[in-house]
T-cell receptor, first 116, second 113 residues
């Protein structure tokens, strides 16, 4: 069975500092990997995804993530955090193949707080 | 485009009552799904559909029914509400069922007393 681990429930970072939100996964074969962000009382918004190709994926709002196959990780990063980045972040993974969205597994989420 | 819309935003039910959560998308997406979000558990898939007339169960389908008569609409029915169904429910859609990002609605916060 596939799984996603977000080992930190809470990450605090000062505004202007780099941020990292960690994600590791377990899935058979090569995965599709996603990051979503959820602001208070809102639905999830797509940030970025890894399908194939370059291991460094760039997404919305200056976020990027690096796919590391050997470490089965897909950490979310941003060079300079903003207070407005404070939100709940979810990593998600699905196996490749037809209909893989029905096997999309979400992590438990990491609350990011950027301190002014 | 309105994207994915959900109604109602909030609902309180008594145990045993039934209701329908509405979901609609205007992006002509073939794949639609329903999730529930509970604290510390991420999102769990309830039911999904790969096109009009086609639905299937996800990870936690018990107590819920769905139908998909049109591409746009994907309602979720609670047959006999239980306190364990207290949760936030999200509808999502995507262009296809493999590798596409999903677009989420704003959610329905349901409380069952």
């Amino acid at each position: 069975a596939q799984s996603v681990a977000q080992p930190e429930d809470q990450v605090n970072v000062a505004e202007g500092n780099p941020l990292t939100v960690k994600c590791t996964y377990s899935v058979s074969g090569n995965p599709y990997l996603f990051w979503y962000v959820q602001y208070p009382n809102r639905g999830l918004q797509f940030l970025l995804k890894y399908i194939t190709g370059d291991n460094l994926v760039k997404g919305s709002y200056g976020f990027e993530a690096e796919f590391n196959k050997s470490q089965t990780s897909f950490h979310l990063k941003k060079p300079s955090a903003l207070v407005s980045d404070s939100a709940l972040y979810f990593c998600a993974v699905s196996p490749r193949g037809s209909g893989s969205a029905r096997q999309l597994t979400f992590g438990s989420g990491t609350q990011l707080t950027v301190l002014p | 485009n309105a994207g994915v819309t959900q109604t109602p935003k909030f609902q309180v039910l008594k145990t045993g009552q039934s209701m329908t959560l509405q979901c609609a998308q205007d992006m002509n997406h073939e794949y639609m799904s329903w999730y529930r979000q509970d604290p510390g558990m991420g999102l769990r898939l309830i039911h999904y559909s790969v096109g009009a007339g086609i639905t299937d169960q996800g990870e936690v389908p018990n107590g819920y029914n769905v139908s998909r008569s049109t591409t746009e609409d994907f309602p979720l029915r609670l047959l006999s509400a239980a306190p364990s169904q207290t949760s936030v429910y999200f509808c999502a859609s995507s262009f296809q069922s493999s590798g596409s990002e999903q677009y989420f609605g704003p959610g329905t916060r349901l409380t069952v007393t």
